[in-house]
């Protein structure tokens, strides 16, 4: 078995904290003994590009219950966990090629050693082996029966291809289930983004202005999360409707270069571009927190920090230290990449438990409905996306009512009025 990881001595520590996780995904628990007696998988090669954490590999071990052939590498250079990386190499024998803080050419040459095992599935949180497969002019597309999407920034990359017509093969949008994004990006970014701010920087959240640009999923998550802390929260949007949602919240809203004058801390989860930038530095308090929790490392404009700058020091682990002419200090978090990832360890296992039950069912369906599906992206079966909902409430020894028959009767009709 082939693999490219930092350290195979790290595997004992990363098998404890796989076990951690797992105690809190009860849902993939249970698919994952289903599976184990069913191997519904057999046979089938899956290629995986996602954030290599303890969840993760909860995931990875699921599928190869099921009798898949996997191989995982990083869906992000800085979000790599290397004890997980070793322990899912040494204890669950899968083929893992990720590094922490790899460079971006290592980056790819991962993404192309996943792709070379001829995977049937593809999964990924950003779109990255799609995107490869499309690139490559070798026919690299031809096998593939389909491909499931993890996050936001992925199925908008994917809506892209199909809208160009340049997608070859069907893709299931997993970020769409309500039992995703309403509770990973809202609830599991909401707490993990707020994390990895605090593990990077020790800051006191009560009493700090915290600026939340994008009032999405993750931005209201995290505006939420830093308000019950005890933060002057202000919100930045482009979309009308999502700002008036943010007032109606009791958020003060407005545009980002009046927020820059305000702002302590700012937390861009927007999934744009060049969301902060010179003129907003220009205008930020001396000392003001930068970070990013969207999904790829645009949304600074860190390249207009450096020129900016006359000094630059690592202050503390994760946090860089920009001095601008005139002495004004900014701090950029986890290098701009996702700072739940970069500086702390991602969702908690109980929001991944969801989200990784709709990717290891996602992997089944398409497994079944193989050369039924047609070009396109598609959401999960509301069908499934309700069972994850019901085996989690199950897990959470929460009982909810069902409609009685004339309920049902009376919400399927349209001719009873007042
Ligand atoms: N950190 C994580 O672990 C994590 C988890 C899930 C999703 N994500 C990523 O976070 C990003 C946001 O995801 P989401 O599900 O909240 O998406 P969303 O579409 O629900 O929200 C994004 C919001 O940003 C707003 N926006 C776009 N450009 C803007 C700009 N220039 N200024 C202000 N607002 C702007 C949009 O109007 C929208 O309301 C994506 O990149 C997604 O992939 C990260």
């Known amino acids: 078995m082939k693999y490219d990881i930092k350290d195979i001595k790290l595997a004992d520590k990363g098998r404890l904290r796989i076990e951690w996780a797992e105690q809190n995904m009860p849902v993939l628990r249970l698919i994952r003994e289903r599976f184990r ?78 792709l070379e095992n001829k995977p049937q599935i593809t999964i990924d949180d950003g779109a990255d082996l799609v995107s490869a497969l499309h690139k490559s002019k ?72 915290v600026v939340i640009c994008g009032y999405g999923w993750c931005g209201r998550g995290v505006a939420t999360r830093a308000r019950g802390m005890g933060a002057d929260v202000i919100v930045c949007e482009v979309e009308p409707v999502k700002a008036l949602e943010a007032v109606m919240d009791g958020f003060r809203v407005m545009p980002l270069m009046q927020a820059a004058k305000l702002g302590d801390v700012f937390i861009t989860l927007t999934g744009d571009i060049h969301v902060l930038r010179k003129e907003h530095f220009l205008k930020m308090k001396d000392g003001a927190l930068v970070a990013n929790s969207g999904h790829f490392n645009v949304e600074i404009d860190i390249e207009a920090l450096e020129k900016m700058s006359t000094k630059k020091r690592a202050m503390r682990h994760e946090v860089e230290e920009y001095t601008l002419k005139g002495g004004k200090r900014i701090h950029l978090l986890g290098q701009g990449r996702l700072i739940n990832l970069a500086a702390a360890e991602g969702h908690p296992a109980m929001v991944m438990d969801m989200s990784f039950a709709n990717q290891a069912l996602g992997v089944e369906y398409v497994m079944k409905n193989r050369g039924k599906l047609g070009l396109g992206v598609y959401p999960m079966p509301e069908k499934i996306d309700k069972e994850i909902a019901r085996l989690k409430l199950k897990s959470l020894g929460v009982k909810i009512d069902t409609l009685t028959p004339e309920q049902k009767e009376y919400l399927a009709a349209w001719q009873m009025g007042t």
């Open 138 to 209: 070798t026919g690299a597309t031809d096998g593939i029966w389909a491909g499931l999407e993890e996050t936001t920034t992925g199925v908008i990359r994917l809506r892209a291809m199909a809208k160009e017509g340049v997608l070859k093969f069907p893709m299931i949008a997993i970020n769409d289930s309500e039992t995703k994004h309403f509770f990973d990006n809202r609830y599991g970014t909401g707490q993990s983004t707020i994390d990895g701010i605090l593990r990077a920087t020790n800051h006191l959240i009560a009493g700090s202005r």
């Open 37 to 114: 007696k069913q191997k519904p998988l057999k046979g089938l090669r899956v290629a995986c590009c996602l954030h290599v954490t303890t969840e993760t590999a909860n995931l990875m071990e699921t599928l190869k219950a099921g009798g898949a052939e996997v191989r995982l590498c990083a869906s992000n250079p800085l979000s790599t966990q290397d004890d997980v990386a070793a322990s899912l190499v040494k204890h669950t024998k899968i083929g893992v090629y990720a590094v922490r803080a790899e460079n971006n050419k290592t980056y790819y040459k991962h993404i192309n050693a996943v």
